[in-house]
């Protein structure tokens, strides 16, 4: 089949390889995000799935709107039979959703009907979910609603940050995406309609739903940190400015009230509702991140100081 891929971040870079390297399938162009100016530099840079099509010398639109007309126009040229999509970042709407005859077809970060919404990774985290995996299914008006084509399971270890975890499923998820093209050129695959129950959502983590509540039990804090590992950064406040934290190993005792912090030749320990946790890394307003010991070191704890 002709394909246009519409995808953004680094995770989308995986399908759009596997769909380059399928002997069966043709991809004739890419649709991305404009570039956006990100760093300490603002500095604009195109999407790492711009990067990987340019290098391939395939045509990119980037509009911003995909209602635009002269990306209609340009779709409508490039004739593709079906576009898949990995984490494009925007709304796709009509005329564009019913010019390929075989449709939009989604890779999402999620046993669908769980986790619809923005950030099904860092929300199966959270929960403490055990198994999630990828869904490909066909795009229609309503947000992660339509038909499912194919799925593939994916194993959450209790260490995973949600970049852990993602970095799998973008590579488990390309292989199901290669998959269900197949099975659309060749007839063999049907999507089949989501079922009612069970369905959640996973609307995206805003920096302020990554502030950590030591009040909160010790497995809910480090759920959230894992989550929000790299992106937003959880992050909570010491000595009146906020203190990013990478990823905590939880303690058997509590000896610390919530939010007490206390350091030692061998650990950074900070008291929850429950168990203790200890640091491993922190980043302090304007720096970069650090292990937290050598971090301790030079703040030099005080008795009953706390974070939050």
């Not at 990067?51 to 490039?78: C, I, M, N, Y």
């Not at 947000?143 to 194919?150: A, E, I």
């Amino acid at each position: 089949m002709r394909l246009l891929f519409a995808g953004t971040p680094q995770p989308a870079v995986a399908s759009l390889q596997a769909l380059l390297d399928s002997p069966r399938h043709e991809v004739v162009g890419v649709l991305t995000r404009p570039a956006a100016r990100s760093g300490r530099g603002r500095r604009e840079s195109i999407s790492p799935v711009q990067a990987l099509a340019e290098k391939h010398g395939l045509p990119v639109l980037s509009p911003q709107r995909t209602t635009d007309p002269e990306f209609v126009a340009a779709l409508t040229r490039l004739q593709p039979d079906c576009c898949p999509v990995v984490a494009y970042g925007a709304l796709l709407r009509e005329p564009a959703l019913s010019l390929p005859r075989h449709g939009w077809v989604n890779l999402h970060f999620s046993l669908l009907p769980a986790w619809r919404g923005a950030a099904p990774v860092q929300h199966a985290i959270l929960a403490g979910d055990e198994i999630t995996g990828a869904s490909t299914f066909r795009i229609e008006a309503g947000l992660d609603t339509g038909p499912v084509f194919g799925v593939v399971t994916e194993a959450i270890d209790p260490a995973d940050t949600a970049a852990d975890l993602l970095d799998r499923l973008a590579i488990s998820g390309a292989d199901l995406l290669v998959a269900t093209m197949d099975g659309i050129a060749d007839g063999s695959l049907r999507p089949v309609e989501q079922p009612g129950d069970g369905v959640s959502l996973a609307p995206k983590i805003e920096v302020d739903d990554a502030k950590v509540d030591f009040e909160a039990p010790a497995q809910r804090v480090d759920r959230l940190i894992r989550a929000c590992s790299p992106n937003p950064g959880a992050w909570t406040i010491w000595r009146g400015d906020r203190l990013k934290l990478g990823p905590v190993r939880l303690l058997t005792e509590r000896s610390l009230a919530p939010g007490e912090i206390r350091a030692d030749k061998q650990q950074v320990s900070v008291g929850t509702a429950t168990a203790d946790v200890a640091l491993s890394t922190v980043q302090p307003a304007g720096k970069r991140p650090t292990n937290a010991a050598d971090w301790a070191r030079g703040a030099r704890i005080e008795a009953a100081e706390r974070l939050g």
